[in-house]
């Protein structure tokens, strides 16, 4: 091989490497752009600045909490309680600001959050019960005292304090955006740049290995579904102050979106693999798809299906393409 093709050979194959490292943010990327364009030429609305910032704005609790249910879903656990948990930190918010100082009925809501997160992680870690198991007990229970300490009501928020949190604009864009937006940032960093993220994919591809080497395998399951407790309880907060209102009903069936986005992003439901960048395009480009849709005049019955074929689609391609070109780039 000469020297001028030498070069050129090591580019292509650190492309193949890229390519195979990224394929299913890859992936997700290309859907969103072609879904993006496909909405763009078929109705005038979908590209206006308007309709945009509300698609981002809308979209904000599913990416807060996808970014931690990356983590969770990497190492091989999964949690179900997070739609339930949006509805408790929800009313419990609306309650405890309408009579009380707003900074405790935040902080309160978020302490909620952490809790139900301790719970589920110390009996699915400690306990040594299966996550699905203890989340969809929790999904239950932690609704149904949402229900209890609402009777069913919806409780009006009108503290100037919380309300900036889900109505605020900065540089033309709501805060709901901003702040998912950070918790994508922070999510990413520690996922790629930190040892607890190296952890977390370590626990759900060899938790054996890694137990050996003396980490405590327990308890990093534990921190992980702490983690998306209280991140489910700040899309809760956000929810709430957005509607300006917290109701018990809120986040009915969330999780299932937030676990179709992540999925959608390229982490395995395995574990041993995930991307916080490719969860926030899955949760937006779910959010594109039903603004999209709904913008067309289609049947809105017609969305969750819409959604259901684009998410085998994708968990397709990212299980055999992805498998293909990985090999490849190795050989």
Do not use: C, H
């Not at 604009?169 to 950070?182: D, K």
């Amino acid at each position: 091989m000469s020297a001028t093709t030498a070069p050129a050979a090591d580019r292509r194959a650190t492309r193949a490497t890229f390519v195979a490292k990224n394929f299913p943010v890859l992936s997700i990327g290309v859907v969103l752009a072609v879904l993006v364009l496909f909405f763009s030429v078929r109705t005038d609305a979908f590209m206006t600045t308007e309709n945009l910032v509300n698609v981002l704005r809308q979209v904000a609790p599913t990416v807060i909490v996808a970014t931690a249910m990356t983590f969770v879903i990497t190492t091989g656990q999964i949690d179900l309680s997070v739609g339930s948990v949006v509805g408790l930190t929800a009313a419990v918010l609306a309650l405890l600001a309408k009579d009380g100082n707003p900074l405790v009925a935040l902080l309160s809501a978020l302490a909620i959050g952490a809790l139900v997160g301790v719970v589920n992680g110390l009996f699915a870690a400690y306990g040594r019960l299966q996550s699905f198991i203890i989340t969809l007990a929790a999904l239950t229970a932690v609704r149904g005292v949402a229900l209890l300490v609402t009777q069913g009501y919806s409780t009006p928020i009108t503290s100037p304090v919380l309300l900036p949190l889900g109505q605020g604009q900065l540089l033309g864009i709501y805060t709901p955006t901003w702040i998912a937006l950070g918790t994508v940032v922070a999510g990413w960093y520690v996922f790629t740049q930190t040892r607890f993220g190296r952890y977390v994919v370590a626990v759900g591809s060899n938790a054996e290995s890694l137990r050996r080497s003396g980490v405590d395998i327990r308890r990093m399951q534990l921190m992980v579904l702490v983690l998306t407790g209280v991140f489910a309880a700040l899309a809760g907060v956000v929810t709430a102050t957005r509607l300006a209102s917290g109701s018990s009903n809120s986040g009915t069936a969330f999780e299932l979106e937030v676990i179709t986005a992540v999925v959608l992003g390229g982490t395995s439901l395995m574990g041993g693999r995930g991307s916080v960048v490719g969860s926030a395009l899955g949760a937006v480009t779910l959010g594109v798809i039903s603004n999209g849709l709904v913008l067309l005049r289609v049947d809105v019955y017609w969305v969750p299906i819409v959604q259901g074929v684009i998410l085998v689609g994708a968990i397709f391609a990212n299980s055999r393409l992805f498998g293909r070109i990985l090999r490849r780039s190795r050989s």
